[in-house]
């Protein structure tokens, strides 16, 4: 049985690459991104008064 040569097998880990780096992209740009609401009513910050 032949062996795969050095070269044959750089092809086939840059088909592999190559596959998937087009996958992630793929993935990454087919979702809208979501858009957050702005709060118009900032939390107001309650003082406590400590008693030492």
Do not use: A
């Amino acid at each position: 049985m032949p062996q795969m040569g050095p070269l044959l097998w750089f092809n086939l880990f840059l088909m592999f690459i190559l596959g998937y780096v087009l996958f992630s992209i793929i993935n990454f740009f087919s979702k809208l991104p979501v858009k957050t609401e702005i709060l118009i009513n900032k939390p107001k910050l309650l003082e406590k008064p400590w008693k030492w």
